[in-house]
């Protein structure tokens, strides 16, 4: 069966600093991969997703993710941090119809 | 142009009761899954409709939860005999057609038992 793991359960960056969030997955055929974005008390949005097209992947808000098959990673990353981007962030991946998710990081951002 | 709309929003309860979540998916999805999220958790898989059948419940994690979808829209969550157990967010979610289109989740209801 497929899983993703998400090291770190905690974050906090600096405004304007680097964000990357670590998700490692386990899969044995070529996984679909996807990365939530979940403000408080709000559903879960989609940031970007994996299908196999492209190892680079572009989202929203700035987000990119790059599919790893040699690492088993599909890491999240934004160049510069905003205070805006405070949320919690999930990967998970697909398994037969469903979406299998990990516990998810909290992103913190400091002025 | 609504997106996935589920009620109530919160909901307090007694230990025992019964208890029924509603949610409304995007209009002509075909899919609808339902998730449980508990504090400091991702969400967890309960059960996926295709249409009105459950495609799959192996999520449901014992015989007093229950779902349907008996027109292929609305789909109710029904938890018979509550425990404080089961208190988390119940989110729902739906897509198109299933399979790798992506899942648009509603904004979750909060069920706290007592």
């Known amino acids: 069966a497929q899983s993703v793991t998400q090291l770190g359960s905690h974050v906090s960056v600096s405004e304007g600093a680097l964000v990357l969030l670590r998700c490692n997955y386990s899969?044995?055929?070529?996984?679909?991969l996807f990365w939530y974005v979940q403000y408080p008390n709000q559903g879960l949005q989609l940031l970007l997703k994996?299908?196999?097209?492209?190892?680079l992947v572009k989202g929203i808000n700035g987000f990119e993710a790059e599919f790893k098959k040699s690492e088993t990673s599909f890491h999240l990353t934004k160049p510069s941090a905003h205070m805006s981007d405070a949320a919690e962030y999930f990967c998970?991946?697909?398994?037969?119809?469903?979406?299998?998710f990990g516990t998810g990081t909290r992103l913190q951002v400091f002025p | 142009g609504a997106g996935v709309s589920q009620t109530p929003s919160n909901k307090v309860t007694e230990k025992g009761k019964y208890v029924e979540l509603r949610c409304d998916p995007i209009?002509?999805?075909?899919?609808l899954y339902w998730y449980r999220q508990s504090l400091g958790q991702g969400p967890e898989f309960l059960i996926y409709?295709?249409?009105?059948?459950?495609?799959?419940d192996s999520g449901l994690p014992n015989d007093r939860f229950f779902a349907v979808r008996p027109e292929g829209s609305v789909s109710t969550l029904k938890i018979q005999r509550t425990e404080r157990g089961d208190s988390a967010v119940y989110l729902c979610?739906?897509?198109?057609?299933?399979?790798?289109?992506?899942?648009?989740f509603g904004n979750g209801t909060r069920l706290t038992v007592t």
């Open positions: 979610a739906s897509s198109s057609t299933g399979g790798n289109s992506p899942l648009h």
């Open positions: 899969s044995s055929v070529p996984p679909y």
């Open positions: 994996y299908t196999s097209a492209a190892t």
């Open positions: 998970a991946v697909r398994y037969t119809d469903k979406l299998i």
């Open positions: 209009s002509g999805h075909t899919a």
């Open positions: 409709f295709q249409g009105t059948g459950a495609a799959d």
